[in-house]
């Protein structure tokens, strides 16, 4: 199954889509992730992104399509992909069509209020890519899954949050309308618990499976 994850950042997409991309065994491809990996490594690509990041802004196309369509190449994806983070603007939408075809994109859907709540008290995982929020952390410096020390993301702050939501709403949210002209739309309400928002990814896909 060829799977997208849509909806603005702090939706939980990231969260989502690994446990939705274990429970249907095909690859978690997180551009977010991808980007912050070849930051670390100082990479081209890496040396390229970081400025776009730090402000909030999106990588530009030429860097991010060719990224994606090298690893949807890989052979982990033949049977199926989870991309989160991507596409994020209708050009990548564009692209992604001529080289991939989509079964169903997910938008998990949250207001903007509560977005700013939660990526404000995020913290990261770098070794594992887990997020959590402070208020469910019973000690705020280590992963309860791998024992790393979390960091809070460089772009969590709150200018660059504020950018970050300018930008989905100007350049990726017209992407719900494009794949629901399409027929692959599945809207779910991200304002649940984790358990109840995967739950319902699941049902919303089960449509398709
Ligand atoms: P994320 O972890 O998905 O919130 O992504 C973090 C940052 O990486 C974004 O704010 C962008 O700077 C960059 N990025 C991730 N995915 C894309 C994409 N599809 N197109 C352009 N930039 C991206």
């Known amino acids: 199954m060829n799977l997208v994850f849509l909806g603005p950042p702090g939706a939980g997409k990231g969260t989502q889509a690994a446990v939705v991309?274990?429970?249907?065994?095909?690859?978690?491809?997180?551009?977010?992730?991808m980007f912050r990996k070849a930051l670390k490594e100082e990479t081209p690509i890496g040396?390229?992104?970081?400025?776009?990041?730090?402000?909030?802004e999106l990588v530009p196309d030429s860097v991010t399509i060719e990224m994606v369509k090298e690893r949807l190449s890989e052979d982990d994806c033949k049977n199926g992909y989870l991309l989160d983070?991507?596409?994020?603007?209708?050009?990548?939408?564009?692209?992604?069509?001529?080289?991939?075809?989509?079964?169903?994109?997910?938008?998990i859907a949250v207001a903007d209020e509560k977005l700013i709540a939660r990526l404000s008290g995020r913290r990261f995982c770098p070794k594992c890519s887990g997020t959590f929020h402070v208020s469910k952390l019973a000690d705020e410096k280590t992963c309860p899954d791998c024992g790393a020390e979390l960091i809070q993301r460089a772009d969590d702050n709150p200018a660059t949050i504020a950018n970050r939501l300018s930008v989905y709403h100007k350049e990726t949210s017209p992407l719900t309308a494009f794949y629901a002209q399409k027929g692959l739309l599945k809207e779910v309400?991200?304002?649940?618990?984790?358990?109840?928002?995967?739950?319902?990814?699941?049902?919303?896909?089960a449509v398709n499976l």
Do not use: C, Y
């Open 47 to 56: 040396l390229k992104a970081k400025a776009f990041m730090d402000k909030g």
């Open 85 to 107: 983070g991507f596409p994020r603007n209708l050009d990548q939408a564009e692209a992604l069509a001529t080289f991939s075809q989509l079964d169903a994109a997910v938008n």
């Open 21 to 33: 991309s274990q429970a249907l065994g095909i690859p978690h491809v997180s551009t977010g992730d």
């Open 189 to 205: 309400d991200g304002d649940q618990s984790m358990d109840d928002v995967s739950a319902a990814i699941l049902k919303a896909l």
